[in-house]
């Protein structure tokens, strides 16, 4: 399978000699002051366009909340339609994080309004969340044929993860039992790297569970969140790689976008997407010098 | 609390004599011909506009599928503003089923997009997915204070919804656990009528789990999924109400908006908007009977 998603991600991550995925959370209030006069729409347009052209020969592939254009609806939406298309034109790769999930002929729609050729919202991957099962996720298999990617809530990084994700069933925690499913649900979609299309999202905050969940699962490509502003280290987010140094790639959404606030940045007299691509920059480093200790081992 | 979603919500049933919940789920593959030569955007507003004009007085809520206007990009987003705009106008309740769920701050990006007073999207309750734990739900408890409401998913009426609600925990399965967390964060929010604004949405093709919720759960109002298209009876559906005749709204989407298209309305020669009036009142009839004889028993 040469259009395998997995296998793109990964040949895009060694291109570009980066494992860090950029998070965009355009969130208005955080906005630098010179995009506060504009419109919600045109400021959240300007804001991701600004950041896209700074950093793309850098970046392998960005991450959109959708959440954050949702929230002003109709024209949050189209700036996000806008971003994506700037995102394609860049040969970046998009994953588009919608934790979407319903029954079988409703996250039909979803499938085709994320991952389809020609809809308006269409990226590379997206993000499903488990709860409803095998159906919600069975629509989005089709596509995984044709260079797309999904990847599963198993594992969030977030404090209240553990109210379901670790109920302990018969087998082990249940976040186990989803890791497990999205593993045979994925077996057809295993690419040349021997990773699978069909990946899953896994927190960088719980080292105990992300080591366990590497060496169990060597065919699932991980998603990994949680480095940066919510706590993680890049000791920490190096356990979700193999001893190759492959099978995921961390995202940092907050450390990286609105960089500009924080020393040293804000003390640089520069634009906000200069201080964007200075924190990528070293955040990458950082990252590719614990993963490179990690391999040595 | 005057102003509780579960107390208003209840009022409006017994003002209207109805159980039954319009589910608005567009898809334009399935819409009448007169439709089909209007771009997707216009499509779909004149789709709702139609169909709530028609059964305004006899709805008491409808529930709209956000996934079949996402679908549609920001056009389709623009339809369900407008749509919403139109059901606020009508004094009809609105429930977006959205199934949301994510960490907490993006979390609070969903609530504000959904239940704030003035976004563009504002519907009177939503949907949401509980994987992620107590921190993607408790953005939107503090508008649960000024009569909004939330469903949470507990169990589902699809077929896979078994994988991850039915999995056995140390307390029983799975859903059993999600419906306590339920009960918990909902009690702050219990109004008048005895049930919290935070409800619960629950399958009605799943009896026995029905029965079991019903009895254990008494102040968790229902929404109830499954009726009509998805193949559970009346008499089914009647086990998600108390002794009272109380505690759910059972939600039917398919058979109402595309009654058109089947026997006996499809021999009618009426417009598609009079079909799904008229299925609406059967339903509803049939409903009220089903519930009469429960609480009789």
């Known amino acids: 399978m040469d259009e395998n998603f997995a296998d793109w991600l990964l040949f895009n991550l060694k291109k570009k000699d980066s494992l860090l995925c950029l998070g965009m959370d355009p969130v208005l209030d955080s906005f630098p002051r010179e995009l506060s006069s504009l419109p919600p729409k045109k400021a959240l347009i300007e804001f991701c366009a600004q950041i896209l052209e700074s950093v793309e020969d850098l970046v392998p592939v960005i991450k959109f909340q959708i959440a954050c254009f949702e929230r002003h609806g109709s024209e949050g939406i189209e700036a996000l339609e806008e971003a994506l298309r700037k995102t394609r034109k860049s040969g970046i790769i998009s994953i588009l994080d919608c934790k979407r999930g319903d029954i079988g002929t409703i996250s039909e729609h979803y ?78 979609f295993i690419g040349k790297s021997g990773f699978s299309a069909l990946g899953a999202v896994v927190a960088g905050n719980s080292p105990e569970e992300l080591t366990l969940l590497r060496s169990q699962f060597p065919s699932i490509f991980f998603l990994v969140p949680g480095y940066g502003a919510q706590g993680a280290t890049e000791k920490e987010v190096a356990l979700a790689f193999d001893q190759k140094g492959n ?7 907050r450390q990286l976008i609105y960089a500009f606030q924080r020393p040293p940045y804000s003390g640089m007299n520069i634009k906000f997407w200069e201080a964007t691509r200075l924190a990528y920059i070293e955040a990458r480093d950082k990252l590719n010098q614990a993963i490179k200790e990690r391999v040595k081992k």
Chains 1, 2 share one sequence.
Do not use: C, H
């Open 111 to 188: 499938a085709e309004a994320y991952l389809s050729e020609d809809a308006p919202l269409g990226a590379d991957a997206v993000t499903l969340n488990p709860f409803l099962g095998f159906d919600s996720v069975e629509p989005f298999l089709p596509f995984l044929k044709f260079k797309k990617g999904v990847f599963v809530l198993v594992r969030t990084s977030n404090p209240s993860a553990k109210n379901i994700q670790e109920l302990g069933t018969k087998e082990g925690p249940l976040f186990l039992e989803v890791a497990k499913m999205v593993r045979k649900w994925g077996e057809p």
């Open 247 to 253: 099978g995921a790639v961390i995202n940092s959404s």
